[in-house]
């Protein structure tokens, strides 16, 4: 029962990262997608530069197999009359149409919700936007670094008060967290329908999804001038909550926010049961008096270690603690491993690797497979609506198909 949405169709009209990335997530849990690109130009994500490295530096293009795996691709003009009623005939027989066109466009390609609904009255209808579907701004796009990370306030509160500039984001940072949301929406609006007879109408946005991210920031502006302080090592009050640096030069997160509960069991971990004795820091209460004294006790005591020594020294400690990794680290980490949170996927014989969904059904890994190419499956969706050769070679020649 891993494939959870066996049986569920789902047409995407859809570019770039945030709403692709649902529709994978929901290939992922087992329904079919089917991607509509333009014949000649395709999804833009295909050519995106991202962080000084383009897409074709590397012989797979990174980006859009993350966003785009397990999907099958039409490569169909659907402002061509010929391509239209195709794609009018994919949506006849789907369950779900996902988008993150702009109104202007949905309207003037007849993709709003009343058109698709006039072909399929049942199907659920999700789009993604920058901003809301109300508003002044409603027709305006955007992405993640401009909507999520810098509106959205993410940038402002992870941002060093004496930085020089903003510190960017990662690369397609709120796109996947904001098409997590979405995936969510629609399988909930499966549920929905299975259960009351309604499709629904969905709506995610980047700016949302940043407001719920930064929740318990923008609970606390509402109630207190100012909002919750920016935080760094110099004014984390709990020492056992903050970050440490080895001899070698790595960090290691502590993550004790009871810290009574592990500050004796700890100090003994670290070969400094006297610390859990002295009067300065024999409670939370008094390790916050006297706060940078704590901090410069243990601050010594992890420079003179290097990350494998407190590996050994801290394993095993009932108290959570982590060390900061890298992506490459992450890549080998043994959790990450024996989880199977990321796949192997086999291309033409080379593998390569990309990270499945954080969600698992009945304790299986997903089954992933490579992005498609554009328009790789249009004889093979065509033919399963029943187009014949001949069809299909002349919507070929009249430009609806490629």
């Not at 099958?72 to 659907?78: C, E, V, W, Y």
């Not at 789907?94 to 003037?108: C, E, M, N, Q, W």
């Not at 008060?161 to 903003?166: I, L, R, S």
């Not at 043994?334 to 989880?339: L, M, R, S, Y």
């Amino acid at each position: 029962m891993q494939d959870v949405l066996r049986g569920v169709k789902i047409v995407e009209v859809a570019q770039w990262w945030f709403a692709p990335s649902a529709a994978t997530l929901l290939a992922e849990w087992g329904a079919e997608v089917v991607k509509i690109e333009h014949p000649l130009t395709g999804d833009p994500l295909r050519g995106l530069v991202t962080s000084g490295l383009a897409a074709d530096a590397t012989d797979i293009n990174f980006m859009f197999e993350q966003a785009n795996h397990g999907k099958r691709s039409i490569g169909l003009d659907i402002a061509n009359p010929e391509g239209r009623a195709v794609l009018d005939q994919l949506i006849s027989e789907a369950d779900v149409f996902i988008t993150s066109f702009l109104p202007g466009v949905r309207g003037k390609l007849r993709l709003e919700v009343e058109d698709i609904r006039a072909v399929n009255p049942r199907i659920i209808y999700a789009r993604a936007h920058a901003a809301g579907n109300r508003g002044p701004e409603r027709e305006r796009g955007g992405f993640d670094s401009a909507l999520f990370w810098a509106r959205g306030s993410v940038a402002h509160h992870l941002t060093p008060a004496d930085a020089d500039a903003p510190i960017p984001p990662r690369p397609s940072f709120g796109d996947g967290i904001s098409g997590l949301g979405m995936a969510g929406a629609v399988a909930a609006a499966l549920y929905g329908r299975e259960r009351h007879g309604e499709p629904s109408v969905i709506d995610i946005s980047l700016l949302a999804t940043a407001a719920w991210v930064m929740s318990p920031d923008v609970c606390a502006a509402a109630l207190v001038p100012g909002g919750l302080p920016t935080l760094s090592r110099d004014v984390v009050r709990n020492p056992l909550a903050n970050c440490f640096r080895t001899s070698d030069g790595r960090w290691i997160w502590l993550a004790m926010l009871q810290a009574d509960r592990y500050w004796a069991e700890f100090c003994e971990r670290i070969g400094r049961p006297d610390l859990a004795h002295d009067d300065r820091f024999s409670s939370a209460e008094v390790r916050v008096r006297n706060l940078e004294a704590c901090m410069a006790e243990l601050e010594t005591e992890f420079a003179a270690h290097s990350l494998a020594d407190w590996r050994k020294k801290l394993h095993g400690l009932s108290g959570v603690w982590a060390v900061v990794q890298n992506a490459q680290e992450l890549i080998e980490d043994p959790q990450v491993v024996a989880n199977g949170y990321i796949a192997e996927v086999d291309y033409e014989g080379r593998a390569h690797r990309l990270v499945a969904g954080p969600v698992q059904f009945d304790e299986h890994t997903p089954a992933i497979t490579r992005a498609p190419q554009t328009g790789e499956h249009t004889d093979e969706v065509l033919a399963e609506l029943g187009k014949s050769m001949d069809e299909i070679i002349e919507l070929k020649i009249n430009g609806a198909v490629n």
